[in-house]
């Protein structure tokens, strides 16, 4: 993406396994800055849990660990299991993952052969929809196609981990596929090749309004935040729609162009983060340009 967008300043919203497809949110230039507010939204995938087989990376590309029958698991059963899933629980993420401990990744630990137990987490599991369930009576395995809408930091392959070893034959990962980051969908995205064609990138202000709160400013409005002064509350103070640090506001020039991130604080909005005019506006993403955009 470096190459391609002619700049070293490129940054994403979080990773995929290695196995997995989909989305992956890419900030060029200035639009890095936005990074920080797209990591913690929530994430949708599609996936295939396997039920009858435990891997080592709870996903198919470790080896198999054991094996269980699955003649007796039921469909009830299945439903049963996924719904106890459903919701906030707390959940173990898988050894091999790219979580630090003692500042060496689990991953790596994992691979010279040292046993990482990690230390369960909250996470909330908004959907956890099965939508078939098929059995093969040869290999003496389920599959479930499922789709999972989880907060931040939601382990997919822990789930699939989960899911076997309640149901007593264990289970893991054989296809993930990413289809949505917060508001960014699968139809948005491109290719390493199609960008490579045409760095056709989501402009800054575009991708900010899908992201977060909007707030429209005057004229008046725009030059006092384009200078870094504060203005009044977008919300009245101590509302549930007031705009913080953490999940500020998106503030628009009349023209349309992303001016700055706004936090209310009492009676005034003061700006996270100041825009320079002109940087949050459409751009025609070529490389080299300096354009500013949400891949």
């Known amino acids: 993406m470096r190459r391609l967008a002619g700049t070293r300043k490129v940054g994403h919203a979080g990773t995929l396994d290695p196995m997995a497809t989909g989305v992956l949110v890419v900030g060029i230039n200035k639009a890095t800055r936005l990074l920080t507010y797209i990591v913690g939204t929530s994430k949708t995938y599609t996936a ?15 080896d198999v660990t054991a094996t269980a029958g699955t003649s007796a698991v039921g469909e009830q059963a299945i439903h049963d299991g996924v719904a ?28 010279s052969g040292e046993e990482v137990k990690l230390a369960a987490r909250p996470v909330t599991i908004h959907r956890f929809e099965v939508h078939s369930i098929s059995r093969d009576a040869g290999a003496d395995v389920v ?19 989960d899911l076997g070893n309640a149901l007593g034959v264990g289970g893991h990962l054989t296809a993930l596929r990413r289809t949505h980051v917060g508001p960014y969908s699968l139809d948005q995205a491109r290719t390493l090749e199609q960008l490579a064609e045409e760095l056709n990138v989501l402009d800054m202000s575009e991708a900010a309004r899908a992201l977060m709160p909007n ?34 506001a998106a503030a628009f020039a009349p023209d349309g162009n992303l001016v700055a991130l706004l936090a209310d604080a009492g009676s005034f909005a003061k700006p996270v983060l100041v825009f320079a005019p002109g940087n949050g506006g459409p751009s025609n993403g070529a490389p080299g340009t300096g354009a500013s955009g949400v891949a």
Do not use: M
């Not at 295939?48 to 470790?62: K, M, Y």
């Not at 060496?104 to 630990?109: D, I, L, N, S, T």
């Open 48 to 62: 295939t849990i396997r039920l009858g087989q435990s891997t080592v990376t709870d996903d198919a590309e470790g």
């Open 84 to 111: 106890a899933l459903t919701g906030q629980i707390q959940q173990v993420p898988s050894s091999v993952s790219a979580i630090k401990v003692n500042g060496e990744r689990a991953y790596a630990r994992v691979r």
């Open 143 to 161: 599959d479930l196609d499922v789709t999972v809408e989880c907060s931040s930091g939601t382990y997919i392959r822990a789930l699939a981990r």
């Open 215 to 248: 707030r429209e400013l005057s004229p008046e409005e725009t030059t006092e935040i384009s200078f870094g002064r504060r203005i009044a509350a977008g919300a009245a103070p101590g509302s549930p729609d007031a705009a913080t640090a953490e999940h500020p």
